[in-house]
Structures are given as structure tokens and as C-alpha cells.
């Protein structure tokens, strides 16, 4: 099973801030199956990322991602209120699909 | 509108069997496959299953096989999550979901409102 390690845990950070989420694979995983979902308190999980880069629809553009092997990027160009949240990298190439342990984005 | 509606929250003592529902609209609920998402009080989101609801084909997380039945009936557009008998530890919110393209190889797009079992004596 592809173990997804996400870090930090938790991010404290102000409104208009950058935020930049780690996802780190245990084996090599390609970029075109990896994705972000953003989770608030209450709701569903909502995809925000696929194929490692692209956005899913309605997405607004301060979200983006990178990467590639074992190593993904989730930034938040300029943190808006709603953007403080939780997020989970998953990867989907693998016959079972497997989510890392999620980020904490909170207001510092 | 692609729209998950799942079933309500339940209340089960342990060792009681339970199946949860989760059914399809807006799309043909044939050619896409649904996973199940379990979230423990507090925790993550961990990967359960998924069948594609036209040919039944199913798969399981090792650490999920034989502790949950996934099905589905496709003349009613919906698909199902089974326990035969029931733990305390299945106390969670159990989520259904879409893929975003007709493979199993993408990601959940489509979510259902979450069902919420509780499991306790």
C-alpha cells in the first residue's frame, strides 16, 4: 500500500499569506494521480486538485499544485477566511487508493 | 447536477448488522465507478472501497476486506455499504463518493452528505 505523509500537520497563518502543504509518497507515484481535497468542519471533502496540477471546476486560481515522484505541493497563493480548513492529498494510481493524514490550515 | 443522496444517520448497538445507501442522480450511475470514505470522530479520511456499479466490480482496501460489503443495484441507481455485525470502532461518518471520470483512476468529485453511525451499547 502507497503511504502518503503529509507535513505540516498544522500551518498557522495570517489572511494573505502563502500557504504551502507537503505530500511525500513511500513509493514513486505518477503526477497524473494525485490529488488535494479541502475539508470543513461539518461538510464533505471538496476536490480542489487532480492530476497532481490541475484544478477542478470552480476552483479558484490562488490554489495550485505541483510535483512529481514522490514529493506534491498544495499552495495557497494569498490565504482568503474561507481557505482555513482542512487538506488531504490522496493518491489514486494503486488498485486501492490512499489518503494521507491531512493538514491543518488555521488562523494565526 | 451530479448529486449523492445517502442515507440517514443511524444508532446501532454492537454486533447488530446495518446497511448504509447511497444513490445516484444526474448522471448514468452505470458507467461511474463510487467509493466509500470512512472518518473516524476527529480523524482523517480513509479509503474504504469501490465498485463500478454496470459490472459489479468491487475492491477493497486490504484492512477493510471482509469487514464491509460494498454492492450496488443498478435498476435503482444506488449503491450500498454492509456490516453483518457491527463494533464499536465503525463509529464514524461514512461517506460515498463519485469519481471524477469513467476510471477508477481518478479522484472523487462527487460527494454525498456523509452518513453517521454510531455504534454503542
Known amino acids: 500500500e502507497i503511504v502518503l505523509a503529509q507535513s505540516p500537520g498544522t500551518l498557522s497563518l495570517s489572511p494573505g499569506e502563502r500557504a504551502t502543504l507537503s505530500c511525500r509518497a513511500s513509493q514513486s507515484v505518477s503526477s497524473s494521480h494525485v490529488a488535494w481535497y479541502q475539508q470543513k468542519p461539518g461538510q464533505a471533502p471538496r476536490l480542489l486538485i487532480y492530476g497532481a496540477s490541475s484544478r477542478a471546476t470552480d476552483i479558484p486560481d490562488r490554489f495550485s499544485g505541483s510535483g512529481s515522484g514522490t514529493d506534491f505541493t498544495l499552495t495557497i497563493s494569498r490565504l482568503e477566511p474561507e481557505d482555513f480548513a482542512m487538506y488531504y492529498c490522496?493518491?489514486?494510481?494503486?488498485?486501492?487508493?490512499?489518503f494521507g493524514q491531512g493538514t491543518k490550515v488555521e488562523i494565526k | 447536477e451530479v448529486q449523492l443522496e445517502q442515507s440517514r444517520a443511524e444508532v446501532k448497538k454492537p454486533g447488530e448488522s446495518l446497511t448504509i445507501s447511497c444513490k445516484g442522480s444526474g448522471y448514468r450511475f452505470t458507467n461511474y465507478w463510487i467509493g466509500w470514505v470512512r472518518q473516524m470522530p476527529g480523524k482523517g479520511l480513509e479509503w474504504m472501497g469501490i465498485?463500478?456499479?454496470?459490472?459489479?466490480?468491487?475492491r477493497y482496501r486490504p484492512s477493510f476486506q471482509g469487514q464491509v460489503t460494498i454492492s450496488a443495484d443498478k435498476s435503482i441507481n444506488t449503491a450500498y455499504l454492509q456490516w453483518s455485525s457491527l463494533k464499536a470502532s465503525d463509529t464514524a461518518i461514512y461517506y460515498c463518493?463519485?469519481?471524477?471520470?469513467?476510471?477508477?483512476?481518478?479522484?472523487?468529485?462527487?460527494w454525498g452528505q456523509g452518513t453517521l453511525l454510531t455504534v454503542s451499547s
Open positions: 463518493a463519485r469519481h471524477l471520470t469513467t476510471s477508477s483512476w481518478s479522484p472523487f468529485a462527487y
Open positions: 490522496q493518491q489514486y494510481v494503486s488498485s486501492t487508493g490512499t
Open positions: 465498485i463500478h456499479p454496470g459490472h459489479s466490480e468491487t
